[in-house]
Structure formats: C-alpha cells, structure tokens
C-alpha cells in the first residue's frame, strides 16, 4: 500500500497562488508516477497533471502555462504549483500514484485524502 498526505490548500483570491505538496509513504516503488487531479462541487474529478519520477510531465489543457508540476524523489513527494488561479479552479485537489491512462482516461491506483483550493473572484 501507498500512503498519501497532501498540504498546502486554502483560501486564494483570483490571481493568486499557492503551492500544493504530496507526501508518499509505504510502498514507494509504486509512486514512479504522481500527480494530481481535482473534482469540483457537482462535477466529476478530473486529471490535472502528472509528474513521471524520469522527469517527465503532461499538463491537462485547462493548466497549462499556469501550473507547475515537480518531484522530489528522494523525499517521495510531488508539488503543484499553481498561478494565476481562477475561481472555477475551485475544488478538492486529490494526489494519486500509479496513474496511468486507460481507454483515453487518467486513473490513479492510490489517493490521497484531498485538500481544498478555493479562489475567489
């Protein structure tokens, strides 16, 4: 198993920034592949962005040029950068490992608890 702690959500206004920050815990072999995804109130959750521990990133469109993904693999943990936020990037930001792309989709294996990112207008 795969423990995951994330931290640094908050209360943000349009504008604004914060950086997001996953801890991973346990079996750690299976977190070669980090990332985030996010589900706002009445919608489905939906991928954000992943870090591959290679030093690769992929960015869902809706991010890109605003948000930053990296890792630090000595210390099993993922970072997300996020600028010049937007209140529809209100939500509950989750961390997962293992993701991978199956049929189109971003499914991760393990989850974090979520934190929430609230921007206001």
């Known amino acids: 198993q795969v423990q995951l702690v994330e931290s640094g959500g908050g209360l943000v206004q349009a504008g604004g920034s914060l950086r997001l920050s996953c801890a991973a815990s346990?079996?750690?072999?299976?977190?070669?592949?980090m990332g985030w995804f996010r589900q706002a109130p009445g919608k489905e959750r939906e991928f954000v962005a992943i870090?591959?521990?290679?030093?690769?990133?992929h960015y869902a469109d809706f991010v890109k040029g605003r948000f930053t993904i990296s890792g630090d693999n000595a210390k099993n943990t993922v970072y997300l950068q996020m600028n010049s936020l937007k209140p529809e990037d209100t939500a509950v930001y989750y961390c997962?490992?293992?993701?991978?792309?199956?049929?189109?989709?971003?499914?991760?294996?393990?989850w974090g608890q979520g934190t929430q990112v609230t921007v206001s207008s």
């Open positions: 997962a490992a293992n993701i991978h792309l199956n049929s189109g989709t971003w499914l991760g294996d393990y």
């Open positions: 870090n591959w521990s290679v030093g690769s990133t």
């Open positions: 346990g079996r750690t072999f299976n977190t070669y592949a």
